[in-house]
């Protein structure tokens, strides 16, 4: 009953907060409780006063009275090392399912002092990345999450919370970001082979036939032992070095350019959704790094073959969202 009241009183807390991916911490939005450790010296203060007022300990005035002066000034800096910082989300990346996404926050100090010990999480996960944020600067925090699916998910309530000087006092604040997170199909790990190609139709069989005969190769291909060396994309071959990968890709030869590479949920040969949309992820990643043509049809959507970043985000993105 504890854990559903704490619950429902968490929600309405957060539905009072309006989403927004830039936030600034001043009296209203930050709160301080005594930490474990405050609430131990408290009663640490309270036995020292008793027993110095029992035994008329003058010392024991001077120390109690020293301590709880302390105390009153942490709990001072404490608050103000949190109050009037400037939080603000960088639009997350697009993630794929099962791994986790990470969301990067600017802290802007513009107070003449630095900000030590801020911490930032997901809201109850405990898992806390903490910076210091310079004088009049900035700091980037990393936070990450694991979405549980595909599709897309709203950013995570976050908290930020700092415990300098004295770790005696809990100052924090929560923050509800409006942006939200593209997670695409986990791809399948070994996908079978690229389907095969279409043959075109009419007038782009004669276009592509006329190019092959001028020989004008717009089309690729992964590389076949006995491919001329001639053929070879070796402009492709040195950007994949550069990212340690050895594919290397041939010019497509006539036959192969009066084709049409499409991705067809029904090519894949699977009966469960998610399945078939984990393979058509790992295919269109295939196909963009063997930097052919290749179309998209899945659900009744239709994605008209081409290729490229801008291609690929959004084949990947017609497969989170359909």
Request: contains cysteine; proline residues 7%; glycine residues 8%.
């Amino acid at each position: 009953m504890t854990t559903v009241l704490r619950s429902r009183i968490d929600g309405w807390f957060l539905s009072r907060r309006p989403p927004s991916d830039t936030l600034e911490l001043t009296q209203r939005n930050v709160y301080i409780v005594p930490s474990p450790a405050g609430w131990m010296l408290g009663a640490t203060l309270l036995l020292l006063l008793v027993g110095s007022i029992n035994y008329q300990l003058n010392l024991g005035y001077l120390l109690t009275f020293l301590l709880a002066g302390s105390v009153a000034v942490g709990m001072h800096v404490c608050h103000g090392t949190l109050r009037g910082l400037g939080l603000r989300l960088m639009a997350p990346d697009p993630q794929y399912a099962g791994a986790a996404a990470v969301l990067r926050v600017v802290l802007n100090n513009t107070r003449r002092s630095t900000r030590y010990g801020i911490g930032l999480a997901v809201h109850h996960s405990g898992q806390w990345s903490w910076s210091d944020v310079p004088a009049q600067g900035s700091a980037t925090v990393e936070v990450a999450f694991k979405p549980d699916r595909r599709g897309l998910h709203p950013a995570p309530t976050l908290t930020a919370e700092t415990r300098f000087p004295l770790g005696t006092f809990r100052v924090w604040t929560v923050w509800r970001p409006a942006s939200q997170v593209l997670v695409y199909p986990a791809p399948e790990a070994h996908p079978p082979p690229l389907p095969p190609g279409e043959p075109l139709a009419g007038q782009a069989a004669s276009s592509a036939l006329r190019a092959s005969v001028a020989g004008e190769y717009d089309g690729v291909r992964a590389y076949r032992r006995g491919d001329p060396l001639k053929l070879v994309v070796w402009k492709r071959a040195a950007q994949a070095q550069a990212v340690g990968s050895e594919d290397l890709v041939s010019r497509d030869t006539q036959q192969a350019q009066r084709q049409d590479l499409w991705l067809d949920a029904q090519a894949t040969g699977l009966a469960d959704p998610e399945a078939r949309l984990s393979r058509l992820c790992a295919w269109v990643l295939m196909a963009d790094r063997l930097g052919v043509d290749y179309g998209l049809r899945v659900l009744g959507r239709i994605v008209a073959p081409s290729q490229g970043e801008a291609h690929k985000r959004r084949c990947l993105e017609v497969l989170a969202l359909c």
